[in-house]
């Protein structure tokens, strides 16, 4: 089941929690296997009841009553089954591709604010050398003041 549950790129799957939607679908077997189980009790009931009825020792209403139960739970593994499909093939490839989409977006918003931060740099750098280049000038008209006092 690791290999539904990982996304292209990943470094090392094995040691990626798989979460929230793994644990959806073990609960989705679960529900299933307890379906199943239960369709097998309504199963043995109709059965016991067709024979009872045979003998006329239940009403057509109780014989009829069991059928729509098993009916009802036939219906409801197929919804079972159904919610897996569901899960394993849509919800968990778009969340793969959400995740995958998620992960990119990060990557370029990584790559624009570290050239951002570069060009920060850059102008910061650039900043702090015309200031030096001002000082510098400042120093040397203030050096030739003082020459021309001293004059």
Do not use: C
Request: hydrophobic share 35%; no cysteine.
């Amino acid at each position: 089941m690791r290999e539904l549950l990982t996304i292209e790129g990943d470094a090392n799957p094995a040691d990626r929690d798989m979460g929230d939607m793994a644990n959806k679908i073990l609960q989705q077997v679960d529900q299933i296997g307890l379906a199943m189980a239960d369709l097998k009790v309504k199963e043995d009931t109709l059965g016991h009841s067709e024979r009872l009825a045979k003998k006329r020792f239940i009403t057509r209403n109780e014989l009829e009553k069991d059928q729509l139960a098993w009916q009802s739970q036939v219906s409801k593994v197929t919804l079972a089954w159904n919610d897996l499909d569901l899960l394993v093939n849509y919800t968990l490839a778009k969340d793969r591709i959400q995740a995958t989409q998620d992960r990119d977006n990060a990557q370029l918003e990584l790559e624009r604010v570290k050239g951002n931060n570069e060009a920060l740099v850059i102008k910061a750098d650039s900043d702090l050398d015309s200031r030096e280049k001002e000082y510098d000038l400042a120093k040397e008209r203030l050096q030739n003041i003082e020459r021309q006092i001293k004059s």
